[in-house]
């Protein structure tokens, strides 16, 4: 008797896993199988969620295909779904919600590109693997065939299973004619290597190198929604590589790649790509809870301005004068090009700005002035910006490491100090606008904002004062005012 392979028996591990996983959604599958099959027609699961399910992490997000059409779809699912919508027809898709399960049923096709967008000219197709060949990679084109009485059939002609075994992604047609069709499938294979830990063979990493400017069809928002999930992934580190190495960044997110400054004999520095890359792994190690988005984002992007301000100074040494300026005016003009939304721009941005305000704290030299300053420019950010500088420390001295971290303890403590004797987190003058225009016997107006800004920074100098005091200050101040 010939013992099974390793592979062989992981595959069969896998396979029984994902049974016993989709076994779990029978109140979901078993009724709808019986209705496709009761009505004549094939149901099968298929795309990312097969590949999760034999994963081991399927979300609440069911993807399915079925001969039936649109209509018939619609059909089919009333009085069954809890909701259903047909966003997406025009593509052959009904939507809909069962339980907690979002549900989208895609009719058989087989689509034709007309090479310059990635939206297809929809045909309907008659059969399972017509519709499986033209799905993006191979660990996409495996199915589960959902029977009358609930039963599965694992369905995989295009061999996904080999190539998730072997952690790889691969195109079911030559990656040519895939990347050519849609090309927003090269960064989906940079998003995947992301995700799911997966590699690249050589073919399909050889033709995003050669077709890399042909991302530019594709729209910024689209673009956009790919580096989020990638960002957002379990190995980001990974993906980015990938973008780099095949030169999709210098198309999309030029700034990364641009990080890989040249380093001389004569003037030595940190590489800046690999240390961003440190400070993204390290950031996301800090993370407590779901994903940091904004967190992640910043750590990547917080040295983007030192390709711009790099300086060989005499000596060897090397300078990157206000890169943090410099570099949040970058994220600014990026994350705007890729239509992020204006909160995302300004809080990306003002990381970058603040990463290196906590490096003049020093050995606690800071007056509580600063510290409140400190606090106030971080606001709602702060716990980000906490975990931001501290990511950022990459030195190998060990020594010098321990003395950062220690450094950045003592400024917490401080923050802590401060805000159990004054609200730290809404530093506000001592006198409201109404209380301004009676001491002063103003109306309301540019003098009051004025005012109001004189108070907050004697507020952030001093501390909460008692109302004499402050009044006393505010007079002061405007009897020495020019108008």
Request: proline share 5%; net charge negative; with cysteine.
């Amino acid at each position: 008797m010939v013992s099974p392979t390793p592979d062989a028996d992981r595959r069969a591990r896998l396979l029984s896993a994902a049974t016993e996983t989709l076994r779990d959604l029978s109140d979901v599958l078993t009724p709808l199988g019986a209705r496709f099959a009761a009505a004549g027609h094939e149901l099968y699961l298929v795309g990312g969620s097969v590949r999760d399910a034999v994963l081991g992490r399927l979300g609440t997000d069911l993807d399915f295909t079925t001969d039936a059409r649109p209509e018939q779809v619609q059909a089919l699912l009333k009085g069954w779904a809890d909701n259903q919508w047909d966003t997406g027809i025009d593509f052959g898709t009904i939507s809909a919600a069962k339980a907690d399960q979002q549900i989208e049923i895609t009719t058989f096709r087989t689509d034709a590109y007309d090479g310059v967008t990635r939206n297809p000219e929809v045909r309907y197709g008659t059969s399972l693997e017509e519709d499986l060949v033209r799905r993006d990679f191979r660990v996409n084109a495996m199915a589960v065939r959902i029977g009358a009485d609930g039963t599965q059939e694992f369905v995989d002609p295009l061999s996904g299973m080999d190539d998730l075994l072997a952690g790889v992604l691969d195109t079911p047609a030559a990656p040519e004619i895939s990347f050519n069709d849609d090309p927003l499938r090269m960064l989906r294979a940079a998003r995947f290597v992301s995700q799911l830990g997966f590699a690249l063979t050589p073919r399909v990493h050889q033709a995003i190198v050669d077709m890399a400017g042909q991302i530019d069809r594709i729209t910024a928002e689209r673009v956009h929604a790919e580096l989020d999930k990638l960002i957002l992934g379990e190995y980001p580190v990974d993906g980015i590589n990938v973008m780099c190495e095949t030169g999709l960044a210098a198309r999309v997110l030029p700034e990364i790649p641009d990080m890989e400054l040249e380093i001389d004999e004569h003037h030595q520095h940190k590489d800046v790509y690999q240390h961003s890359l440190t400070v993204l792994q390290q950031a996301i190690d800090l993370e407590e809870g779901d994903p940091d988005l904004v967190l992640r984002w910043a750590a990547i992007l917080h040295d983007i301005g030192k390709p711009d301000t790099k300086r060989n100074e005499p000596g060897g040494g090397v300078s990157f004068h206000h890169h943090e300026v410099v570099g949040a005016k970058m994220v600014r003009k990026r994350l705007r090009a890729l239509k992020y939304s204006k909160q995302m721009v300004d809080d990306v941005a003002q990381l970058v700005f603040l990463h290196l305000r906590f490096h003049g704290y020093g050995e606690g030299q800071w007056t509580d002035s600063a510290v409140r300053r400190y606090v106030t420019d971080a606001g709602d950010l702060l716990p980000r910006l906490n975990k931001l500088v501290r990511a950022d420390c990459t030195t190998r001295n060990k020594r010098r490491a321990a003395k950062l971290q220690a450094t950045y303890d003592d400024l917490e403590r401080r923050i802590a100090l401060l805000a159990e004797q004054e609200d730290l987190a809404r530093v506000r003058p001592d006198l409201d606008g109404n209380a301004i225009m009676e001491l002063l016997g103003i109306p309301a107006g540019p003098e009051v904002g004025k005012a109001w800004t004189f108070l907050k920074e004697l507020r952030l100098d001093r501390g909460p004062l008692p109302r004499e005091e402050a009044e006393a200050e505010l007079l002061k101040w405007w009897a020495s005012t020019e108008r």
